[in-house]
T-cell receptor, first 114, second 111 residues
Framework: NAGVTQTPKFQVLKTGQSMTLQCAQDMNHNSMYWYRQDPGMGLRLIYY???????DKGEVPNGYNVSRLNKREFSLRLESAAPSQTSVYFCASSERWSSGNTIYFGEGSWLTVV | TQLLEQSPQFLSIQEGENLTVYCNSS?????LQWYRQEPGEGPVLLVT?????EVKKLKRLTFQFGDARKDSSLHITAAQPGDTGLYLCAGGRFGNEKLTFGTGTRLTIIP
């Protein structure tokens, strides 16, 4: 079972470049999320999609955009990368939009902006 | 503003010892989850507690939700090297379904 698959796993960008992180889940989940993880900061929610066709901002949305392409796929785009966006990015999904639900995470994407 | 503070931030102990890590907040949560994350991987859910005072056991791991639903603890008995990892708590708040993650406790068990 693949679960949550995200690509690429590693990426180095120059300041000002753009890129898209891709994410797909095969569990027929309704809700999908993008988090970033920084040392000492835990996981912070960037954007989420409670259900297909909807997206909303999380705690740290500035500098990012998302697209819920279909029920399976949720992409994260950096339009003009900045060094402050150097981080590990996790895509995740859950059966439904509820805080008591199990969230399943991908393996992470390591992004460095130089 | 970090709503969930975990302590200690780092913990390194010998195999066979017992340990407790804490997750504290001034806010009330409707549910509290604990995740474990190993290097190079995403977090994996260990447990969800939803009732104040609730205690759940998962083999050598005991999770407790505070009576006032503001804090939680994770106790590990006879720690094993396989327990090594980053432990994250995450709280769900009434009327706001977005989870808030704690800062994490990085646990190392020395064989």
């Amino acid at each position: 079972n693949a679960g949550v698959t995200q690509t690429p796993k590693f990426q180095v960008l120059k300041t000002g470049q753009s890129m898209t992180l891709q994410c797909a889940q095969d569990m027929n989940h309704n809700s999908m999320y993008w988090y970033r993880q920084d040392p000492g900061m835990g996981l912070r929610l960037i954007y989420y999609s409670a259900s297909e066709g909807t997206t909303d901002k999380g705690e740290v949305p500035n500098g990012y955009n998302v697209s819920r392409l279909n029920k399976r796929e949720f992409s994260l785009r950096l339009e003009s990368a900045a060094p402050s966006q150097t981080s590990v990015y996790f895509c995740a999904s859950s059966e439904r939009w509820s805080s008591g639900n199990t969230i399943y995470f991908g393996e992470g994407s390591w992004l460095t902006v130089v | 503003t970090q709503l969930l503070e975990q302590s200690p931030q780092f913990l390194s102990i010998q195999e066979g010892e017992n340990l407790t890590v804490y997750c504290n907040s001034s806010s009330v949560f409707s549910s509290l989850q604990w995740y474990r994350q190993e290097p190079g991987e995403g977090p994996v859910l260990l447990v969800t507690v939803v009732t104040g005072g609730e205690v759940k056991k998962l083999k050598r791991l005991t999770f407790q939700f505070g009576d006032a639903r503001k804090d939680s603890s994770l106790h590990i008995t006879a720690a094993q090297p396989g327990d090594t990892g980053l432990y994250l708590c995450a709280g769900g708040r009434f009327g706001n379904e977005k989870l808030t993650f704690g800062t994490g406790t990085r646990l190392t068990i020395i064989p």
